[in-house]
């Protein structure tokens, strides 16, 4: 059974820094791309950084280029999203996806074959 499991997520102030962890069980962590998406209240998921099997050649929403950094650590199973200059408008629910695909540079939620339940990250301003 595959799961993902979001942790990392809390209340910070406009400007602070915060790191997301998502750890993955009962797949093959190494063949498949890891995406971070987010949901604010009101608004559709969004798709919001992304990392191929090789984490060579990360992808970002242009709302977090040169903020927010996405990583994995293969021999923990574990992909991370640093986030630095935290505003208000990053308020959401952040989400771990998986995709069974190794790389790809197109992110779609509806492509992405297993998710998380989520953590809050609220930015309060």
């Known amino acids: 059974q595959v799961q993902l499991v979001e942790s990392g997520g809390g209340l910070v102030q406009t400007g602070d820094s915060l790191t997301l962890s998502c750890a993955a069980s009962?797949?093959?962590?190494?063949?498949?791309?890891m995406g971070w998406f987010r949901q604010a209240p009101g608004k559709e998921r969004e798709f919001v950084a992304g990392?191929?099997?090789?984490?060579?050649?990360?992808n970002y929403a242009d709302s977090v280029k040169g903020r927010f950094t996405i990583s994995r650590d293969k021999t923990k199973n574990t992909v991370y999203l640093q986030m630095k200059t935290l505003k208000p408008e990053d308020t959401a629910a952040y989400y771990c996806?998986?995709?069974?695909?190794?790389?790809?540079?197109?992110?779609?939620?509806?492509?992405?074959?297993?998710w998380g339940k989520g953590t809050l990250v609220t930015v309060s301003s």
């Open positions: 990392v191929s099997w090789s984490s060579i050649f990360p």
């Open positions: 996806a998986a995709d069974n695909r190794p790389y790809g540079n197109t992110w779609v939620a509806a492509d992405m074959d297993y």
């Open positions: 009962g797949l093959t962590f190494s063949t498949f791309r």
